[in-house]
């Protein structure tokens, strides 16, 4: 096994090009408790806006209905006004109902509806925000839901309404600076130096025309990278201004008759920071591709500035092909992209050198721009994909960026291209998708379509769909929606298949194991084990409950060798929840398919003394003697430990 560090595990059991990283997006929207550490993040260099003063007096009525647009910071003004009161552990996050009315508070915590649906809007109004109110009153709960401007709202819910007012982005910018100084990321000159390069005409034109506090955040961080490296101001700007959707538009126009360079910036586009030599490959493979689109190439006299170099170049009345072309530099210069320092990339044994656009967000618009502006640039892509080898990172890449660009796309195939790879027997075309959808379902207006999908491809009779299923599960989806998560994998193994598929219980044991990263997730995962340990046998749900006891009795699970995030160990269960690991326990013992299995992991626990001492074990076996004569596998398991002890004594005394 390949070592644990933060979000990502490592899988080590293949060759070594064949090494997969199995990165885990934390997810921006949840519906449950926030994490704390996740809280403080997002509230690092908060700015109050004009209109927070009004937001903490309505949401004294215990709701609050945020008006604003897209990145104009509603959530995070929502989250500090839910931390002032519940503290930065104290935020739920709900996920948009259809009917608001039929939601109920469960404590008295602070609740977030990031981005409420349009069918949740039509549904509010007087009656039902009054009776919200109280409810939130009688449990000490408060509630803050943004609505994006354009939705419409009942005219008599104006009362708990706000429209927001984003605070102005150099003020953004310069609290940003100062925390980065007290952090210890800058030092005091260097501080000093970014704030008086933020008060230039340069960047205050800038901030004047780009007025969202993201804007700020932004240009925070280019000064930051300014005064620690050196960078020009002109450079920084330059960097800011070319990941606007207008710059994306010119420079593809621009390249628009060169299949060499379209090429090579839909690769760094769509597979930003691999390795150069991912880039040349998908890059190699597309342009033949974008070249059927348009007539025969031109003929053309060569530079480093121009990239085609198919056509013979003229010198004087000869004619000769050049078999060189421009060399790999000249061509990321051209396209305004350029290589990283070289870096060894996790679990790989040789150098990668990452290759990006210069500007900020350039790979976000351009990648929008030919998918969504283009016909069939988005079916060439995906051509292109399933045609080049496979490398390492490919799936994390591409696989997000796809998802970003789709949360921008329109009608019924936004989510129908997503089929050729979900149903493949390739697990890193499934996990491309299971990237996808997670970065999809964090837009509010895609949360339900996200959600149906995958409520159908989890019922398929195709095993691969329900793989992708489980490896959405594996991720930002999963530990948004824990509960949602469970029932899904719980549809994924409700079928009356003969044994369980390997591919399959590979993605749901990942699945669960994602899902255990998180404390907060352990008893919903805990309680589906052990209904899936009451299935019949022979099904996958009791297949799988047996591999899960077998593994984290017998040594950990996930096994070594399969993608895990959290290795959990029966021992562990007993050290942090020792209720809900008794009930488990007593099913494994009862059943004749995982009695051997548990048994032998607890005596391992017994004959360890700092095991046996670190989860109790003497109290927890003596609860279990006390339920033997109501449970044969207990009782089975009680009388052979004691004959083996007997025996033992006996044979010590003897000698």
């Given at each position: ?15 070594l ?80 109902p ?74 953004v910018?310069?609290?940003r ?46 000064l ?24 994306a ?12 360079s ?6 760094i ?72 320092p ?12 990452p ?128 509960a ?42 805990l ?60 099913a ?38 006390d ?22 004594s ?6």
């Amino acid at each position: 096994m390949g070592g644990v560090g933060g979000n990502l595990t490592v899988i080590n059991a293949a060759t070594l090009d064949e090494t997969v990283a199995d990165l885990i997006i934390p997810p921006r929207l949840r519906e449950g408790p926030y994490p704390a550490d996740d809280v403080r993040a997002r509230l690092r260099g908060f700015v109050e806006p004009p209109t927070y003063a009004r937001c903490r007096k309505v949401l004294d009525s215990h709701i609050l209905v945020l008006r604003a647009g897209s990145g104009a910071g509603a959530s995070t003004a929502a989250f500090a006004l839910l931390a002032e009161r519940y503290g930065a552990d104290g935020i739920i996050g709900l996920d948009s109902p259809d009917d608001l009315s039929r939601w109920r508070p469960t404590e008295g915590r602070g609740y977030l509806l990031q981005g409420l649906s349009p069918a949740a809007a039509t549904s509010l109004g007087e009656v039902v925000l009054t009776a919200l109110a109280g409810l939130l009153l009688r449990s000490g709960a408060h509630l803050v839901v943004t609505v994006r401007t354009e939705t419409a709202l009942p005219g008599d819910t104006v009362p708990w309404q706000v429209v927001h007012r984003p605070p102005p982005p150099t003020e953004v910018a310069s609290k940003r600076l100062k925390t980065m100084a007290e952090a210890g990321e800058l030092a005091p000159e260097q501080g000093a130096d970014a704030l008086g390069h933020l008060a230039s005409a340069d960047f205050a034109d800038y901030l004047h025309a780009h007025p969202l506090p993201q804007d700020g955040v932004e240009v925070a961080e280019g000064l930051r990278d300014l005064v620690v490296s050196g960078k020009p101001s002109a450079s920084v700007l330059e960097d800011l201004r070319t990941g606007s959707p207008a710059a994306a538009r010119t420079a593809l126009a621009k390249a628009s008759h060169r299949a060499d360079s379209l090429s090579l910036m839909a690769a760094i586009s769509l597979l930003s920071e691999q390795d150069r030599t991912v880039l040349e490959k998908f890059s190699a493979i597309l342009r033949p591709h974008i070249e059927e689109r348009g007539g025969p190439a031109p003929i053309t006299a060569r530079g480093p500035e121009l990239i085609d170099t198919h056509g013979p170049v003229m010198e004087g009345p000869q004619m000769r092909r050049d078999l060189l072309g421009p060399s790999f530099e000249e061509r990321l210069e051209a396209v305004g992209a350029r290589p990283m320092p070289t870096r060894f990339g996790a679990g790989q044994r040789y150098p990668v050198q990452p290759v990006v656009f210069s500007g900020r967000h350039r790979s976000d618009t351009l990648l929008r721009c030919l998918w969504l502006d283009y016909e069939g640039m988005a079916d060439l892509l995906w051509k292109t994909l399933d045609e080049t080898p496979h490398r390492s990172g490919v799936e994390l890449a591409a696989g997000r960026a796809i998802g970003k660009v789709l949360t921008h796309a329109t009608g019924p195939d936004t989510l129908r291209q997503l089929y050729f790879f979900a149903a493949s027997d390739k697990r890193w075309r499934r996990r491309l998708v299971a990237y996808a959808l997670g970065e999809m379902v964090q837009s509010p207006s895609l949360t339900g379509a996200v959600r149906d999908q995958l409520r159908q491809w989890s019922r398929s009779a195709d095993v691969s769909l329900r793989c992708t299923v489980a490896e959405t599960c594996a991720g930002s989806y999963g530990l948004a929606r824990p509960a949602v998560a469970l029932k899904l994998l719980d549809a994924v193994l409700d079928k009356p298949d003969k044994g369980l598929d390997g591919g399959l219980r590979t993605a749901v044991s990942f699945a669960l194991s994602t899902l255990l990263s998180e404390d907060a997730n352990h008893t919903l995962v805990l309680d589906r084990l052990r209904e899936w340990q009451g299935a019949d046998p022979g099904t996958p749900r009791h297949a799988l409950a047996v591999h899960v006891i077998e593994s984290m009795s017998l040594a950990a699970f996930p096994r070594p060798g399969a993608p895990g995030a959290r290795r959990v160990r029966l021992a562990d269960l007993l050290v942090d929840h020792p209720e809900w690991t008794f009930g488990l326990v007593v099913a494994a013992l009862d059943d004749p398919a995982t009695h051997e299995a548990t048994a032998t992991g607890l005596s391992r626990i017994e004959s360890d003394p700092a095991l046996r001492h670190h989860t109790a074990f003497p109290h927890f076996l003596a609860a279990l003697s006390d339920t033997a004569r109501s449970h044969r596998g207990v009782l089975r398991f009680v009388l052979r430990r004691h004959r083996v002890r007997t025996a033992a004594s006996v044979e010590g005394f003897a000698s």
